[in-house]
């Protein structure tokens, strides 16, 4: 059984459009956090990204840094992660993130 989930990473391609979507969930951004380096690079999988980078291209891959965005953010992952506990074939896309966090509020 999970007792704690810490966070999730969601990599996108344009961080206003992101913070556009999340917002109309209910998000509201609390913080943003700046973690850079070789070990960001290497989780990340794109040489050189800097959680500050704002479109910034590396090697023909556009990237964006990291979104904090508060407690809805946990419950819904809390929430996806216990639907995919649920059945051992099920894929999340976007549009069944969105049911699932408009079942939140």
Do not use: W
Request: hydrophobic share 50%; glycine share 10%; aromatic share 6%.
């Amino acid at each position: 059984m999970i007792a704690h989930i810490d966070h999730v990473t969601i990599v996108v391609r344009d961080i206003a459009k992101a913070k556009g979507f999340f917002s109309l969930l209910g998000f509201v951004e609390e913080k943003s956090v700046i973690i850079s380096g070789p070990t960001f690079a290497r989780y990340m999988g794109v040489e050189g990204i800097e959680a500050i980078d704002n479109g910034v291209d590396r090697d023909g891959i556009k990237t964006y840094g990291a979104l904090g965005i508060g407690g809805l953010k946990m419950k819904l992952h809390k929430a996806c992660i216990a639907k995919l506990f649920e059945r051992n074939d099920l894929v999340l896309d976007a549009e069944s993130i969105l049911e699932v966090a408009q079942a939140l509020s």
